[in-house]
């Protein structure tokens, strides 16, 4: 599970998590590391700590005990407003401000970095371009007016909008429809492999886990089970694993069932 | 008179009190804007302070109106007379509201937006600027709207301090019975608050997420909105300018001959301002009208210098002011007053004016004839079977109704009402109460057929109409003295009543039935 690596862009370091009034950990002794280039899918059930390792990353919480270093510095010495501009961050439902146009949402991370007004419209166009959306239809938009597949891929175009090299994901696609997912699961991969991101990307669907991850850390109470390939996951002989690969064999991929099992 | 006449004679000052009104609204409720959403932005981010501080806020709702004035016009910096005790009322009055929905707003943003807010790297100032406040934006706008309707409705009162506004006709309209001038103030009042709803309606619709959709069609509303408010700032600015002016030319003339003549809240206290107002204008004095001031202001009024003078009764200075219990001879009342007067408040007293207007124990025509009743001992037996009505003064003062029951030994049937005092002259001529405490010279007392018994025990002190009079203002205006002795004994019982009636049952304008008077007695010319 640990790894000697020259040079990883996020690294944990025998990190727990504890809310103050629970006993029990959030996250227990969490060690890994996000390599350049890669995309890191944390999987595991509700409650598992998945999201909590996320907010740790950017700084949204900060580690009860051990460290969490990103490019090299520990996220207690990051000035936090200068970590999250480097993450883009995209949630379920993305939320996107519901007072700004889509080109406004897309554009909010160059405006905080005061880029002047032209090279923002470019950029933002060509993201949008880039998620599928045709700038001229979308631009102008306001997030009530589009469809939730529509919403989540402006959610990806601002998280990429100021070029992060790191990309966060929280279930992005958990809240759509299997046929919009399946087509948004397979622009994303294709997407990263592109630009070359590295994304640390959290869901508790096996098949989106396989279809998007270089690497899948399966979670469970807290604590990190397996940090496999997803070759090697689907050799694993973890029970936890055993058991997400079974939901597999009982729906086929390609069925839409298949979406609703994990 | 038809509504439509009396608003075309009372047109200017209608729009005059509007204006008033509207600016008391606008300024208050910027100000409770401008302290009730910081305070809502912090309660948001201390939660500790939240539901002490909107205790607060509440509590203060909850107090009376006039309870509230009360408690404010002795106070220095806030209080007084004026606009400025109504604004502070005002301002406690709307902060509630404008601070709950500010909290309410705010806390009721997505947390999913906001959490992606910070993470996107939003400073916190960010966050609230460019996405709480915007989005609670409407929220906040629905509690400046009911903050705005309250202060309409509260504003009423604040003519009862002197701050003018259209309460000043329904004020008027309560003591003289006139329906015109009652509804000349509900109705516009009515209108400004159904106003303000309605443009602070499409203002929040403006602001309304999801409203978006079709931004042509909301643009003829927008514009309209934006007209309106344009109007009121710009009224606003107006009567903000007028009042700048207007101080100026006050400082100025206060350096030549110019009074500030104030007045009680009632009809002959107006007539009796009225009356040495326009003598010193004959003679050439720059005169300011402060009348209709409530309770005690008046007193206050002259302490601080805000008014030069006003019509006062002996009586009510002997027990209300300088706290002496009260006795019957009429001479010591106004010596010992004019005395104390000048010692403590260094204001003087002028001669009597030749009426006195005492508390008339009153009784319907009929039940005196039947009865064969002429004093209050004769109607002492008959009270068992009578119920009474009297003003909330004579209920309290310490020359008022305990003693009054105690000297004659009378007994009602039930604990007297306590009504508003011009309202018990119509209760006991329509037979809902059998026994008040009027004013003697009530203009009314006749018209409605009813009797005066006499006091027999000698129970009331006197009250005889005199002027109070700052001392540095005599100096001053020489032509105050001469017009003050000239009023010396001037006016009768029989003639207060008969200028009371012309006002308060004729309906006919105090300035008119004034200047007739004084022609007739020829006080005019020096």
């Known amino acids: ?262 | 008179m038809t509504f439509w006449r009396f608003l075309q004679q009372n047109w200017p000052e209608l729009l005059t009190l509007l204006r008033q009104h509207v600016w008391l609204v606008f300024v208050s409720t910027l100000i409770a804007v401008a302290i009730g959403i910081p305070t809502g932005i912090l309660l948001t981010r201390k939660k500790s302070l939240r539901s002490p501080i909107l205790g607060i806020a509440n509590v203060m709702q909850t107090i009376p109106s006039l309870a509230l004035f009360g408690f404010l016009i002795p106070l220095k910096y806030v209080g007084g007379i004026g606009a400025r005790t109504a604004i502070v009322a005002l301002v406690l009055y709307s902060l509630l509201p404008i601070i709950r929905n500010t909290v309410t707003g705010i806390l009721g943003v997505d947390p999913n937006v906001r959490e992606a807010a910070v993470a996107m790297g939003m400073t916190g100032r960010q966050v609230l600027w460019q996405v709480e406040l915007p989005l609670a934006m409407s929220v906040i706008i629905t509690g400046v709207r009911v903050a705005m309707v309250i202060a309409i409705g509260v504003a009423t009162i604040a003519a009862a301090v002197g701050a003018g506004g259209l309460g000043v006709f329904i004020f008027r309209g309560i003591r003289q019975f006139d329906n015109n001038l009652l509804l000349a103030g509900a109705v516009p009042a009515a209108l400004l608050a159904l106003t303000a709803d309605f443009g602070l309606g499409l203002l929040e619709r403006h602001f309304a997420i999801g409203r978006r959709r079709k931004p042509d069609t909301s643009l003829g509303w927008e514009k309209l909105a934006v007209l309106a408010t344009s109007l009121i700032a710009i009224a606003v600015i107006g009567e903000i300018l007028a009042d700048w002016r207007g101080s100026d030319s006050f400082t100025h003339s206060a350096q030549t001959a110019h009074v500030v003549v104030g007045s009680k809240d009632f009809t002959e206290s107006a007539i009796l301002a009225e009356i040495l107002a326009q003598m010193l204008e004959a003679r050439g004095v720059a005169v300011e009208r402060n009348f209709e001031l409530g309770g005690n202001l008046p007193h206050d009024a002259l302490l601080v210098g805000k008014i030069d003078l006003y019509p006062e009764y002996t009586g009510t200075s002997y027990t209300a002011i300088l706290k002496h219990a009260p006795i019957t001879d009429p001479h010591t009342v106004y010596e010992q007053v004019k005395k104390e007067y000048a010692e403590k408040f260094n204001v003087a007293v002028s001669d009597p004016l030749g009426f006195e207007n005492t508390f008339a124990i009153l009784v319907r025509g009929a039940d005196a004839r039947r009865l064969k009743l002429k004093t209050i001992s004769d109607a002492a037996p008959q009270a068992r079977n009578w119920r009474a009505g009297f003003g909330q003064d004579f209920m309290s003062r310490a020359d008022g109704y305990p003693g009054f029951a105690r000297v004659y030994g009378l007994k009602f049937v039930e604990q007297p009402r306590e009504m508003d005092l011009s309202l018990t002259y119509l209760a006991l001529a329509s037979g809902q109460v059998d026994l008040i405490a009027g004013n003697s010279t009530e203009g009314r007392i006749a018209a409605l057929d009813l009797v005066q018994l006499e006091d027999d025990r000698h129970y009331f002190p006197p009250y005889e109409a005199v002027y109070l009079v700052r001392s540095d203002s005599l100096a001053r205006v020489p032509a105050l003295s001469e017009a003050l002795a000239k009023l010396a004994r001037a006016i009768s019982t029989e003639e207060m009543r008969q200028l009371n009636y012309e006002v308060d049952a004729n309906k006919r304008s105090q300035a008119e039935v004034v200047r007739e008077w004084i022609k007739r007695k020829g006080l005019a010319a020096q």
Not at chain 1, 4 to 25: G, I, M, Q, W, Y
Not at chain 1, 107 to 129: F, M, Q, T, Y
Not at chain 1, 250 to 262: D, K, Q, R, V
């Open chain 1, 1 to 262: 599970m640990s790894e000697s690596t020259d040079n990883p862009l996020v690294e944990f370091r025998d990190v727990s998590f504890f809310h103050a009034a629970a006993s029990a950990p959030v996250i227990s002794q969490l060690t890994f590391s996000v390599q350049q280039g890669e995309t890191l899918v944390l999987l595991g059930e509700s409650g598992c700590g998945k999201t909590t390792t996320l907010k740790l990353i950017n700084r949204l919480l900060l580690p009860t005990s051990g460290e969490v270093r990103v490019e090299n510095k520990s996220t207690i010495e990051w000035d936090p407003i200068r970590l999250r501009r480097r993450a883009g961050y995209v949630i379920q439902e993305g939320g996107l401000f519901p007072h700004f146009t889509v080109a406004n949402n897309v554009g909010l991370v160059p405006a905080l970095e005061r880029w002047d007004d032209a090279r923002i419209k470019k950029r933002v166009n060509e993201l949008l371009s880039l998620v599928g959306l045709e700038p001229n239809e979308f631009a102008d938009r306001y997030p009530g007016e589009l469809s939730g597949g529509q919403r989540q891929r402006v959610g990806v175009a601002r998280a990429l909008a100021a070029e992060p090299p790191l990309l966060l994901l929280d279930e992005p696609f958990g809240a759509l429809d299997p046929l919009t997912r399946a087509s948004l699961q397979r622009q994303f991969a294709e997407l990263t492999r592109r630009l070359k991101k590295t994304a640390v990307f959290v869901t508790h669907d096996v098949r989106e886990a396989l279809l998007l991850g270089s690497r899948i850390g399966l979670m469970h109470q807290g604590r990190l089970r397996l940090l496999e390939t997803p070759e090697n996951f689907l050799k694993s002989k973890d029970k936890q694993a055993l058991a997400y690969i079974e939901t597999l064999a009982l729906a086929p991929t390609g069925s839409p069932a298949a979406e609703e099992s994990a």
